[in-house]
């Protein structure tokens, strides 16, 4: 319940933001977009050595308590920013990176306190519920967003959004509590000490490993599905909803819309699913329903299209994808789980948007028509399936030491 409390407490915080992001982007020129998600993926070239090397000297109880201090304070610093300048483009850009920093950083070492807190078996049981409250949060945050803007302004809700990362951190201490006191003498004492390792060994232990370059092109093409919704996205409801508030309500309910399916399938289809098709159905499925949607844009492409594509997606990442991914670092050593696996979960999954940012972007404007772009996203979507189908038959490949 913890767990679950926490992604509650820490996906509401992001979900009061992620429909603001969205229409700063917008505000910033969707042909922009793909310079913003090359400035997100250069800032994560920067903040991943310094999170290595905060990793490796906060214990790691305290580990995440830094991480969240750290990005209530950002928010805080936005909120008094956008107060006095609501209308600086040049804000509303750096707010845009800086939340699509903010995201990855904090679901990945959450995730990966969960996969140091659960062996495997309590991992298959608990990690549907688990990720349930990051849904639950999900739904709470677009829908306090589309109530409190025209209240709060866009200052008000990144106050808001720093106190539920605070709760977060509270939920975070009660389940580290009752994790010590389940732990032996020597668990204790491992998780006072920091995770060793240089401000470079994320990217060390990825390339040393083949199972973990299967994974880091497993996160690379699930990023490029994405984006190339993404931008088809933006340019719709840029067309279709010409102002901030209306842009901003649009996203709220389509964020929210994906949160309660999503949180349907966790706590009702996740686990049931999981004991039945194992890690093969988690990380395939989606991948391949991408691609019939892929085709189905090809034939028709709308917004009511591109907005169900994309929500089909977004709802198997969270009830699927993100916890067949997280099952197979429970098995991994602590450098690992805190290291390679945020240098995944953020570096590489960046590059993935920028690389795909700027290939949708050249198709555009080549062909000027979404569908050669539909095509390209159905052929790398098949080959998105195909690693999932390796990396579920050699999961006992995956590195049992650092």
């Not at 910033?28 to 997100?40: E, I, K």
């Not at 298959?124 to 829908?143: E, H, Y």
């Not at 966790?266 to 039945?276: D, P, V, Y």
Request: overall charge positive; hydrophobic content about 55%; some cysteine.
């Amino acid at each position: 319940m913890w767990g679950f409390g926490l992604f509650f407490f820490l996906f509401t915080s992001y979900a009061i933001l992620r429909p603001v992001r969205d229409t700063m982007g917008i505000a910033s020129g969707v042909h922009h977009l793909q310079w913003l998600f090359s400035a997100t993926f250069i800032t994560m070239l920067v903040a991943v050595p310094i999170h290595g090397w905060l990793n490796a000297h906060v214990p790691r109880t305290r580990f995440v308590d830094w991480i969240y201090g750290f990005f209530a304070l950002n928010m805080l610093s936005f909120a008094l920013g956008l107060f006095f300048w609501p209308s600086s483009p040049w804000l509303a850009r750096v707010f845009f990176v800086w939340l699509s920093v903010f995201n990855l950083f904090v679901v990945s070492v959450s995730w990966s306190l969960m996969a140091d807190v659960f062996d495997l078996a309590q991992a298959r049981r608990l990690f549907g519920f688990i990720a349930g409250g990051a849904s639950a949060g999900g739904i709470a945050g677009p829908v306090f967003g589309a109530l409190m803007v025209n209240i709060l302004s866009v200052s008000g809700l990144l106050v808001a959004s720093a106190l539920m990362l605070g709760c977060a951190a509270f939920a975070k201490s009660r389940l580290m509590r009752w994790r010590l006191t389940r732990d032996t003498a020597a668990e204790q004492e491992s998780r006072q000490q920091p995770v060793s390792g240089n401000p470079f060994s994320g990217f060390t232990l990825v390339i040393g490993s083949p199972y973990l370059l299967c994974l880091a092109g497993f996160v690379m093409l699930l990023t490029t599905a994405s984006t190339f919704l993404y931008f088809e996205q933006a340019r719709l409801v840029a067309e279709n909803f010409p102002t901030r508030g209306a842009q901003i309500r649009v996203f709220s309910v389509i964020d929210g819309i994906v949160q309660a399916l999503s949180l349907i399938c966790q706590l009702f289809i996740t686990g049931s699913f999981a004991r039945r098709f194992g890690l093969l159905g988690l990380l395939t499925v989606v991948p391949l329903l991408i691609v019939a949607g892929f085709l189905v844009l090809a034939a028709c492409p709308t917004f009511g299209v591109v907005a169900a594509v994309m929500g089909i997606r977004r709802v198997g990442e969270y009830a699927f994808i993100r916890p067949g991914r997280e099952m197979l670092f429970t098995r991994m050593p602590v450098a690992v789980k805190y290291r390679a696996k945020n240098f995944l979960d953020t570096v590489v999954y960046r590059a993935g948007d920028a690389v795909s940012g700027w290939v949708s972007s050249t198709l555009m404007l080549l062909a000027h028509s979404p569908l050669y772009i539909s095509f390209a996203g159905a052929f790398l979507a098949l080959i998105w399936a195909g690693c999932g189908y390796l990396l579920a038959q050699h999961k006992n490949e995956a590195p049992e030491r650092a």
